[in-house]
């Protein structure tokens, strides 16, 4: 089978609201002692390696890997903002977005330059937005010929993970090979009325950037009905993210 197409990001390092503040409040202890990130530099003190390897280990030794313009001293700068100032004002941030943010489960992964929040797109999140884990969808998938395998194969298999689909495009889809246009019918996970920059996580689930909750004209780009995500202000396409349930037709688009 084949990777499912996007970027990997562990599951484990998701966690609510509360849980975040929770460990702030451990490495703000830490500062009380005289121990932290500040200047980029990690001081001599286990419990802090301990808690940095532990909930931002893949953000310092594994994205910094993987970018080169990211740099560890970004994320450790971050580790102190967050701690101090920006884990207090998530709730009041981006609440007005989601149904429940205090049931939802956040992480912070490496975009374009910095840090930023991912809200994990799983069950619980579908079922409060939606009342629902069982709304069938139709919607289109750009895909390589080995990404249609892969979705075939998880179809076959049994394996339901989540895909980013779409029903209205303004722009050409920017890989060129994935000329491929696959008709998919699949269980509703999130809709968005523009592209919200979901990832990939290791257990099949897909994580949305919060900043892209933020919409022209102070809407919300989470379509709380997915049938009237259907209008794009930002004329590139909507996002509608689905688990297969089976393709219903694809063709090879000669589209570059």
Same mark, same amino acid.
């Given at each position: 089978?084949?990777?499912?197409?996007?970027?990997y990001?562990?599951?484990?390092?998701?966690?609510?609201?509360?849980?975040?503040?929770e460990?702030?409040?451990?490495?703000?202890?830490? =500062?009380?002692? /005289?121990?932290?990130?500040?200047?980029g530099?990690?001081?001599?003190? %286990?419990?802090?390696? $301990? +808690?940095? @390897?532990k909930?931002?280990g893949?953000q310092?030794?594994?994205?910094t890997?993987?970018?080169d313009?990211?740099?560890k001293?970004?994320v450790?700068?971050?580790?102190?903002?967050?701690?101090?100032?920006?884990?207090?004002g998530?709730?009041?941030e981006f609440?007005?977005?989601?149904?429940?943010?205090?049931?939802?489960?956040?992480?912070?992964?490496?975009?374009?330059?910095?840090?930023?929040?991912?809200?994990?797109?799983?069950?619980?999140?579908?079922? =409060?937005?939606? /009342?629902?884990?069982?709304?069938?969808?139709?919607?289109?998938?750009? %895909?390589?010929?080995? $990404? +249609?395998? @892969?979705?075939?194969?998880?179809?076959q298999?049994g394996?339901?993970?989540?895909?980013?689909?779409?029903?209205?495009q303004?722009r050409?889809?920017?890989?060129?090979?994935?000329?491929v246009?696959?008709?998919?019918?699949?269980?509703?996970?999130?809709?968005?009325?523009?592209?919200?920059?979901?990832?990939?996580?290791?257990?099949?689930?897909?994580?949305?950037?919060l900043?892209?909750?933020?919409?022209?004209?102070?809407e919300?780009?989470?379509?709380?009905?997915?049938?009237?995500?259907?209008?794009?202000k930002?004329?590139?396409?909507?996002?509608?993210?689905?688990?297969?349930?089976?393709?219903?037709d694809?063709?090879?688009?000669?589209?570059?």
């Amino acid at each position: 089978m084949y990777p499912v197409r996007g970027y990997y990001k562990p599951e484990n390092l998701f966690f609510t609201i509360s849980q975040w503040e929770e460990i702030a409040n451990e490495f703000l202890a830490l =500062e009380k002692q /005289g121990y932290d990130t500040r200047g980029g530099v990690i001081d001599d003190n %286990a419990t802090l390696v $301990g +808690l940095i @390897n532990k909930y931002f280990g893949y953000q310092l030794y594994v994205e910094t890997e993987l970018y080169d313009e990211y740099t560890k001293k970004q994320v450790l700068d971050f580790i102190e903002d967050f701690v101090n100032h920006r884990v207090w004002g998530l709730k009041t941030e981006f609440e007005k977005y989601i149904v429940n943010i205090d049931n939802d489960k956040i992480a912070f992964f490496y975009s374009r330059g910095a840090l930023e929040p991912y809200v994990l797109l799983d069950k619980e999140f579908t079922q =409060e937005t939606y /009342g629902s884990t069982d709304i069938e969808v139709e919607t289109l998938h750009w %895909a390589s010929e080995q $990404g +249609l395998k @892969n979705i075939m194969d998880g179809i076959q298999q049994g394996f339901q993970y989540s895909i980013s689909t779409f029903t209205t495009q303004a722009r050409e889809f920017f890989r060129p090979e994935s000329n491929v246009l696959v008709k998919v019918k699949g269980k509703l996970v999130a809709a968005f009325q523009s592209d919200a920059k979901t990832l990939v996580t290791d257990r099949g689930n897909r994580a949305a950037n919060l900043f892209r909750f933020s919409y022209p004209d102070n809407e919300n780009n989470l379509c709380r009905n997915w049938e009237q995500c259907k209008n794009d202000k930002t004329f590139l396409w909507n996002e509608i993210v689905v688990k297969p349930i089976s393709i219903l037709d694809y063709k090879v688009v000669n589209k570059y």
